[in-house]
Antibody, heavy 122, light 107 residues
Framework: QVQLEESGGGVVQPGGSLRLTCAAS????????IHWVRQAPGKGLEWVAV????????FYADSVKDRFSISRDNSKNTLYLQMNSLQPEDTALYYC???????????????WGQGTHVTVSS | AIQLTQSPSSLSASVGDRVIISCRAS??????LAWYQQKPGKPPNLLIY???NLESGVPSRFSGSGSGTDFTLTISSLQPEDFATYYC?????????FGGGTKVEIE
C-alpha cells in the first residue's frame, strides 16, 4: 500500500536550518509529483512546495521562496525539504503528500504522511 | 496567488442534516479544485477531486459542484463520523492554495 513517512523535524533556533525527509513506498515514486504542506498549531493548511516527478520543476509558496528548497532522489524513493533562515512563523506540522495522478498535470493530493513537527524557538 | 474563501468558517448541525460548504476563488480555476476532510490529529483525507469527482472509497453522501470561481461541497445526510474540518484547495496554478477551512460541529 502507498505509504509516506516524514522525518527530520525538531526544535531549532530562529535563523537556523533543518532538512525534512519523506520516505515513500508502495508506488512508483519516480512517476509522481510530491507536495509539502504545513499546518501551524491550531491553524489551517498551508501549501509549501511541489516538485515534479522528474525533479525538474519546482514551485514554492511566497512565504518560503528563497529560504526553502525541495528536492528528490528517485533512486532512494525519497523527498527532501531543506529549510533555511527559519522563523517562528515556520513552526508547524509538515506533511508530504502525493499528487493524485502521475505525470505533469497539476492535481490534488491523494496520500498523505502523518507529518513531522518543526518548532522554531529561542 | 489565487485566494480561496470558504464559508462559513464553522457551522453546527445535527445528524441527518444536509450541509453545504462554499469555496470562492479570487480568480477562475476552471475545475482544478479539491475538497479534503481533516479530523483532529490526522492528515487530510481527499474527498473530491477536479471539483466534482468522488475519490474512491468516499461515501456517496459527499458531492462537489461548481467551476470557475464558485464551488460547493454538499453532505447530503450528515453522519456522526463527518464532524470534522473541511478544506478546499486549488491547483489551477502554482502556488497552490487552500481555503481557510470550515469546522462542522455537533449541534
Amino acid at each position: 500500500q502507498v505509504q509516506l513517512e516524514e522525518s527530520g523535524g525538531g526544535v531549532v533556533q530562529p535563523g537556523g536550518s533543518l532538512r525534512l525527509t519523506c520516505a515513500a513506498s508502495g508506488f512508483t515514486f519516480s512517476s509522481y509529483a510530491i507536495h509539502w504542506v504545513r499546518q501551524a498549531p491550531g491553524k489551517g493548511l498551508e501549501w509549501v512546495a511541489v516538485i515534479s516527478y522528474d525533479g525538474y520543476h519546482k514551485f514554492y509558496a511566497d512565504s518560503v521562496k528563497d529560504r526553502f528548497s525541495i528536492s528528490r532522489d528517485n533512486s532512494k524513493n525519497t523527498l527532501y525539504l531543506q529549510m533555511n533562515s527559519l522563523q517562528p512563523e515556520d513552526t508547524a506540522l509538515y506533511y508530504c503528500a502525493r499528487k493524485h495522478v502521475p505525470g505533469i498535470v497539476p492535481a490534488s493530493c491523494d496520500y498523505w504522511g502523518q507529518g513531522t513537527h518543526v518548532t522554531v524557538s529561542s | 496567488a489565487i485566494q480561496l474563501t470558504q464559508s462559513p468558517s464553522s457551522l453546527s448541525a445535527s445528524v441527518g442534516d444536509r450541509v453545504i460548504i462554499s469555496c470562492r476563488a479570487s480568480q477562475g480555476v476552471s475545475s482544478a479544485l479539491a475538497w479534503y476532510q481533516q479530523k483532529p490529529g490526522k492528515p487530510p483525507n481527499l474527498l473530491i477531486y477536479d471539483a466534482s469527482n468522488l475519490e474512491s472509497g468516499v461515501p456517496s453522501r459527499f458531492s462537489g459542484s461548481g467551476s470557475g470561481t464558485d464551488f460547493t461541497l454538499t453532505i447530503s445526510s450528515l453522519q456522526p463520523e463527518d464532524f470534522a474540518t473541511y478544506y478546499c484547495q486549488q491547483f489551477k496554478s502554482y502556488p497552490s492554495t487552500f481555503g481557510g477551512g470550515t469546522k462542522v460541529e455537533i449541534e
